[in-house]
């Protein structure tokens, strides 16, 4: 499925292929995705709903995408290279047990200040994979997962909690 701008709204809805997200996302349902969710950088995800990227999520392009009021949540392996990430009005992004956020390239998550803190809540594995510079997330980071830098820095600073593993290669 090809999105160019979709709203979603009442009963839960499950997609059982791959989404790629290029215009816009709206509304107050849940979509649950089985196949790869592909958000292009330039597209903007809002509402008050829920995705449930399934079969895991690449975030990539060159600009700035916004995230306002949205519940991702990831079940796979989920791969951000490049861009920046915009939060905004209490958004979340969910890593599940099980599942990996990967951040290669250096790309960058920022909080914007628009209403409630926007947060990463982690119970899976965070990675900083490729990049030999910063990567910097001032989303408020909860981790009850584990936190791995393989290349450059991560920068987590928008405060959070953690009873989860931090993992530093040399």
Known sequence: LRDLGATCNGSPVTIGGSVSIEG???GTGEVTINGLTTWNIGAWIQGTGKIVANGGMHITGTGISRLTGMTIE????AIFDGGLLEGYDGSVIHNL????FEIRN???MYDGHGGAPVRFENDGT???LTG???ASNNFQFNNS?????QSG???LNGGGTSTGDFLVGS
């Open 24 to 26: 816009g996302w709206n």
């Open 74 to 77: 990831n079940a796979g392996v």
């Open 97 to 100: 047990p099980g599942a990996t």
């Open 106 to 108: 250096d790309a960058d």
């Open 126 to 128: 965070f990675l900083k």
């Open 132 to 134: 030999a510079g910063e």
């Open 145 to 149: 997962g584990t936190v791995e830098v």
């Open 153 to 155: 820095q991560l920068v």
